[in-house]
């Protein structure tokens, strides 16, 4: 199994193998990630613009956003196990921990009262996310600060 | 403080509630972004920078605080997140300013450092809007 994010190279790593690999920064469940916590951000934004409160098709997007980002943080960790292991290590595994609970906080933030702010606050959720996942590829690439 | 304790429950609004629902979202990923980095701080290599550290740390309990008390709608709430808001502008303003002009003390990034410029300077204006919504907010109900 490929690993998920390009991560430097693995402990027993074999001789004149890149530290990362640039193809598997591009994974599609990363891609997958950032689309769909990009696209509840442009629900969020367009039913606050429309003075709505988020609906069904904003909340799915984000319920949608929430689980792939789950399974992004299961698959990054399944391939910590294997020994992949990127230089801040620490990092890493606190952000694919933190990024978990972001969109389902935001998601039930928006419905506890559900004006037109609550589609903001899934788009900051959305946001949030977005960077996230892109600060854990510059970790795993061993680029990030 | 609260003479008028009673009256004051409905002479103000919820900071929690409409617009201010988005300011508590952008406190909390700040509480869960300072929360994280402390936490490996101190856990990774806390000898290395403790001053610095131990800030993340301070700067960690204050974003939760203030996400707490902006959340919440109780008699300390208000009094409260006004003190977060406090600090948080002091704390921000004085690492910001220090980590400028005494690089060697903070080698490694807080929050805070360089006025929050690490974080799109949000750090620097959340605090004046949080201060902002509270004064707001202290009234009755205005169209919003």
Redesign the interface.
């Known amino acids: 199994v490929r690993p998920l994010f390009s991560l430097c190279r693995t402990a027993g790593g074999r001789p004149g193998e890149l530290p990362w690999h640039r193809d598997r920064v591009h994974s599609p469940l990363v891609a997958a990630v950032v689309m769909l916590s990009l696209l509840a951000l442009v629900c969020g934004v367009v039913v606050a613009v429309r003075e709505r409160p988020p609906g069904r098709v904003t909340l799915a997007v984000t319920g949608l956003a929430a689980l792939v980002t789950l399974v992004q943080s299961g698959v990054a960790g399944y391939d910590l196990l294997q020994g992949r292991r990127p230089p801040e290590l620490?990092?890493y595994v606190?952000?694919l921990?933190?990024i978990v609970?972001?969109l389902p906080?935001?998601g039930a933030?928006?419905v506890a009262?559900r004006?037109r702010?609550?589609g903001?606050?899934v788009a900051?959720?959305g946001f949030?996310v977005a960077v996230m996942t892109a600060r854990l590829v510059m970790l795993a690439r061993g680029t990030g600060? | 403080v609260f003479e008028g304790a009673p009256a004051r429950a409905r002479s103000t609004r919820p900071t929690g509630s409409g617009p201010g629902r988005v300011l508590v979202a952008v406190y909390a990923v700040f509480a869960l972004a300072a929360t994280s980095r402390a936490g490996v701080q101190l856990a990774t290599d806390f000898s290395e920078a403790p001053l610095a550290y131990l800030l993340s740390a301070f700067s960690a309990v204050v974003y939760v605080v203030a996400t707490v008390a902006l959340a919440t709608d109780r008699r300390w709430s208000r009094p409260l997140a006004f003190t977060a808001c406090s600090v948080e502008l002091a704390g921000v303003l004085a690492i910001g300013t220090l980590s400028l002009l005494r690089p060697e003390d903070f080698p490694r990034a807080t929050v805070w450092s360089g006025y929050g410029s690490g974080y799109g300077f949000v750090p620097l204006v959340l605090p004046v809007i949080g201060l902002w919504w509270l004064r707001r907010t202290n009234r009755p109900e205005t169209a919003v």
């Open positions: 620490a990092t606190g952000y921990v933190g609970v972001v906080l935001a933030w928006a009262e004006t702010w609550s903001i606050v900051v959720g949030t600060v």
